[in-house]
Every structure is written in C-alpha cells, then in structure tokens.
C-alpha cells in the first residue's frame, strides 16, 4: 500500500508558482479502492490497520461511514476506467496536537491528496477541481509564488490556519511540495517537549 511521502520545509524552496493547503494537526491515514474490491485498504502512516488496531480502532469505521462514498463518487466520476487509488487524508480532533489525539474528541478526517496508481499523487490544480468542492477537503489558503514575503506571513500568523501550510506545485513527476509552520507552534512544541522539539518541526 502506498505511504504517504515526507514533506520537507521551505529551505531551498523554489520561489514559483504554488497553491498552499492548510497543514493540520494530525495523524496521516491512507485508504485504498480497487475497481474490483472497493474500500479494501485502510493504514496509518507506516502500517495496515482495521478496527482491532490499539491505536487507531475507529479510523476505518470513522472513513467508511462519512467519507468513502463521497470520495468515491468523486473519483468515479472525475477517472473513467479508474483501476486503483489511495487517498492520504488527516485524522485528528480539536485538541490533536503533534500526532497526539484526546480520546474524549469527537474525531474526523481531512482529505489531503490523491495518488491515481501509474499517475502518481495528483497536482494540486487537479487536486483542487476534482475534490475541492467536499466538505472535507484541505482548506485553500493562498495561491501566489512561494517567496519570502509568503513564507514569514505564515511564521508570524497571518494566514487562518492552527499548525502552518502545505504548498504544492507543477504536476505528475515534476509535483514538488513543502511545509511551512507558523512560530506560534514553534512555541508550543518547545514548550510540550523540550530539547525533542526538533522531532516535530520542519
């Protein structure tokens, strides 16, 4: 099953065109469909899970009761002949913070992207036109080149978004991505862990 690939921060960034996501809180999911088999798939970031799994038991319900057919219908309709996808989406409740859920939060899931098999993880125009209408989808933030005025508006706070941004840009094998995080959580991860805060920056 295909994992989701690490998004490093913005050094080294190329200064072009881009469309920033909200990058949110969570846990990354994944979720496989197959032409012949359907929802069949369902893992976190490094393993398969179903319902029996002691850290996410509610993840596959949680996706096949108010997600799957939504995302279903929109990649049927959007990919005739479709034979294989998986979708990346985020979990995470409103006290999530740095992979780490309150058990007493009412979760949900956040659609992030879509990897079409022998097409690859789509660009975020595509991304945008086939999925942005659900409900679900990663907000849209900012549209624009990816330079350092954009990159310390989102260090200072100025964009709506909790955690920083994901931003994406080209498309099929020249798709780059990176992620911006905003100084404010900076602060909070130093403060929760320590000298390991390294472990959840950039």
């Known amino acids: ?35 012949k088999n359907g929802w069949w798939k369902f893992g976190c970031k490094h393993r398969l899970i179903d319902e029996t799994d002691l850290q996410f038991p509610d993840v596959k319900p949680l996706f096949l009761l108010d997600y799957a057919s939504s995302v279903e219908e929109s990649l049927l309709h959007s990919y005739k002949g479709l034979q294989k996808v998986t979708v990346f989406m985020e979990y995470l409740g409103d006290n999530s913070f740095a992979g780490m ?27 945008l036109s086939n999925f942005g209408y ?5 907000a849209l ?8 005025e ?21 498309k099929g094998h020249k798709l780059w991505m990176r992620k911006i995080k905003t100084l404010d959580y900076l602060k909070r991860l130093k403060k929760h862990f320590g000298k390991e805060w390294k472990q959840y920056w950039e």
């Open 101 to 127: 859920h309150d058990p007493t939060d009412e979760k949900r899931l956040v659609l992030i992207d879509v990897n079409i098999h022998k097409k690859g993880i789509l660009g975020p125009k595509e991304f």
């Open 150 to 170: 954009f990159i310390n508006d989102v260090r200072m706070g100025k964009l709506p978004v909790n955690e920083g941004v994901v931003c994406k840009g080209d």
């Open 1 to 35: 099953m295909k994992q989701y690939p690490s998004i490093i921060g913005p050094s080294k960034a190329p200064h072009k065109p881009c469309i920033a996501f909200e990058k949110y809180d969570g846990s990354n999911m994944r979720f496989e469909w197959t032409r």
């Open 134 to 138: 659900l409900d679900f989808c990663a």
């Open 141 to 148: 933030v900012y549209k624009g080149n990816l330079n350092l």
